[in-house]
């Protein structure tokens, strides 16, 4: 599998940065330079995979698998396939300890340079400051020295990121909050000194909204996400590897695309629920995105208040269902792929716009009035 589930039915995302300059990091062993010799990293690879929470999931024929462990799996080959990479995996993982008194370490990280694993070693994340502090102290040690800016891109997997009321993201840390805006500072720590990332994968659910994008924009100049749920969902990683082929071109926006139509067939072959992958021209969509966040991160606030409360009245939609978010430059720099539901009540929605908002459940709008927005008729990105 190549994706990751939790009890919500979200999937997880891979944290990839592209680097254009030598490898002649800080990190001096007799493997490192074995590794420099010869070879050019080109793409540097960040890895963030949450597993600190229930990722249990069975197929379809009744196997156990744990969707951390097979993202892990799938991420240290990103790292062995990539010859001109250097790869940064995070492993976030529940805390425990031996004889119920000892504890251990809850975070694995390897870095892998030219195909080769040249570092692996347990860390601590419970750590004081920032978000992800731990993990953006190792990146900073054994990050390649750059002569140039790099071009850079993000994936993240875990489950999706609440936009209020962050508790209990962390099973091990219930009271500690995690929201977009802590993940936003958990990212730029791994970006302190560089430009933007050219791309950032979330695969997670519900990615696509307007504060997740309007905290992330800011760090990426392309974001690929889905805004519906992914549930028993994966995006494919396979195109993270080999990248010198895959992204030799430098052409981000061409390999965002080529990326989201992979992941939306491998989607739509496999499962019956709903499937939405979009690609996020950051630049583009910031027009609308400035102009609904005012009211959207209005409402959030309002309902932080009452967190439990909200998470009972409220449930995810369709921007587009939102009468006060149907606004001309809706569609402007999004392209999004869609298949409804082959069940529920949604199945015979055919369209969505590739944005994700709340509402009541007691006050719901009728799904086909987004119809009309969408030339041609169709859920294809236009």
Known sequence: MYALLGTTGCTMTLAVVLSACGAVGPMQSADTDSADRGSVTNYSIICVIHGDGDYLYHDTSGTEYRADEEALA????????????????????????????????????????????????????????????????????YRTACLQQPVRVFVYCGHEIPEFAGGGYDASYPDRSFTVHDFATGVQGFIRDDAKFALMVLSTCFGGTPRTIAA?????????????????????????????????????AGFAARYARQSFERLTANIQTAVSVGVYDVDRVMEYVNAVHPEYDLMLDSWSNDPQGAMIRLEHCDCGDLPAYLLPEMHEGVEVLYRPARFGRLKEKQMHSGWECWRDRGVRTAEARIAPLYPGGTSEPR
Do not use: C, M
Request: net charge negative; proline share 7%; charged share 25%.
């Open 74 to 141: 799938e991420a240290k080959r990103i790292g062995e396939h990539n010859p001109f990479a250097e790869v940064f995996i995070y492993h976030q993982k529940p805390r425990r300890h031996v004889l119920f008194l000892f504890p251990l370490h809850d975070g694995d990280f390897s870095y892998y340079l030219h195909g080769k694993l040249i570092a692996e070693e347990s860390y601590w994340r419970d750590q004081e400051g920032s978000p992800w502090a731990a993990e953006t102290a190792l990146y900073r040690r």
């Open 216 to 252: 992330l924009g800011p760090f990426s100049r392309f974001i690929v996400a889905s805004p519906e749920n992914l549930h028993l969902s994966y995006f494919d990683f396979r195109p993270l590897e080999r990248l010198d082929l895959g992204l030799h071109d430098g052409d981000v």
